[in-house]
Each structure stands twice: as structure tokens, then as C-alpha cells.
């Protein structure tokens, strides 16, 4: 499975920007989907997943409200719509995939076999 993130950019506090991850390869509902962020000289930091069937979601503590996780099955794309942004969310903001038997999300990074390249997000005050 290769992964492409994209749609990010600047944009100013209390704005909004949606990011997309397309993934390309064979069985893609296999895979759970997760958002990860990593901002300079901090450790990367989970922020949404969602499962194969895209029923079930799960977000971090500091995005709870503000972010919307989804999955379009037909076109292969995971989305994430970032409202309310905040400067603390300016980071470079990675998908990742991982097989799942179950119709579960998955928090840890370590679980995920593919990572895209990731897309910088940066919220100005």
C-alpha cells in the first residue's frame, strides 16, 4: 500500500483546512486508517483513526471536537476536516495503514506497517 497526504497549508487560528490521504494498491478496506502529527522537537502524536468499515473512529484528546476523521471506500481516500484550528495543532501531519481483521481503530504508531510522507499543517495566531 503506498499512501499520499496532502492539503495542507498556512492558514490562520479559528480557520479550517481538510487533509487527504489516497492510498493506492490492492485491499485497501483491509486496512484501519490513522492520523498522526509530529511538531519540532516533540514526539509524533496520534490525532484520529478510523476502522475498515469506517463505523468506528477514535480521536486524540486534543482534537476531540475539532477534527472530523472519514473514509471514501469507492476512491480509496481517507479525509480529515480540521475545524476551530489552533496554533498548538501546527505540525507535519502523516496517514498511515495498517491490516486488520476487525472492524476496529488502532491509537499506537507502532501498529502501522505504511506511513505516507507527510503534509505540513500550520496554524498562525
Known amino acids: 500500500v503506498q499512501l499520499q497526504a496532502s492539503g495542507g497549508g498556512l492558514v490562520q487560528a479559528g480557520g479550517s483546512l481538510r487533509l487527504s490521504c489516497a492510498a493506492s494498491?490492492?485491499?485497501?478496506?483491509?486496512?484501519?486508517l490513522g492520523w498522526f502529527r509530529q511538531a519540532p522537537g516533540k514526539e509524533r502524536e496520534f490525532v484520529s483513526a478510523?476502522?475498515?468499515?469506517?463505523?468506528?473512529?477514535a480521536y486524540g484528546d486534543s482534537v476531540k471536537g475539532r477534527f472530523t476523521i472519514s473514509r471514501d471506500l469507492a476512491k480509496n481516500t481517507m479525509y480529515l476536516q480540521m475545524d476551530s484550528l489552533k496554533p498548538e495543532d501546527t505540525a507535519v501531519y502523516y496517514c498511515?495503514?495498517?491490516?486488520?481483521?476487525?472492524?476496529?481503530?488502532?491509537?499506537?504508531?507502532?501498529?502501522?506497517?505504511?506511513w505516507g510522507q507527510g503534509t505540513q499543517v500550520t496554524v498562525s495566531s
Open positions: 498511515a495503514a495498517a491490516p486488520l481483521l476487525d472492524d476496529d481503530v488502532v491509537t499506537k504508531a507502532f501498529f502501522y506497517d505504511y
Open positions: 494498491g490492492r485491499s485497501f478496506v483491509t486496512y484501519v
Open positions: 478510523v476502522s475498515r468499515s469506517g463505523g468506528n473512529t
